[in-house]
């Protein structure tokens, strides 16, 4: 299968999978993320949780090992995704000044904001063993992967 291919099965699985539920959404996100795509060692949610205060992310939903609790705007990979709301493709970690690193055997990373009413809800954080396992393909789809979940998720006013 073509990474295109392979991202178009996801997107049906998931679109069969989520419901309206935030919580069940970001569980079995991660989890059809973890098992469908090649090459992961970590994937999931950073939540901006209103009784922690702003410009901070706590950890949310994942698959992989266990992983820091909290990251502030101001650091790492998921700080500049949240900071900017913009999606970070970084293709060499130990290049990246201020990297986080959680699980010693990533290597490359993806971070893709979510955003849902102009609202910034988290970062959904993508990791690889590889160098260079991400590419602009990459954040497009996962980008489409996102835009479905903000479709079929009822986000409460504060999480
Ligand atoms: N590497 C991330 C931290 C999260 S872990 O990869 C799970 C970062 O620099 O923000």
Known sequence: ????????????????????????NLSNFSSAVFNN???LNWCGFYLVRESFGPNHLKLGPFMGRPACLDIPFHRGVCGQSASTRAVVLVEDVHAFPGHIACDERSRSELVVP?????????VFDMDSPTVARFDSTDAEETGKLIALLNEKTKWPNSI
Do not use: Q
Request: proline share 3%.
């Open 1 to 24: 299968m073509t990474k295109t291919e392979t991202y178009r099965e996801l997107y049906l699985e998931l679109s069969g999978l989520l419901t309206d539920d935030w919580l069940s």
């Open 114 to 122: 979510v955003i849902a009413n102009g609202k910034l809800i988290g």
């Open 37 to 39: 795509l090649p090459d």
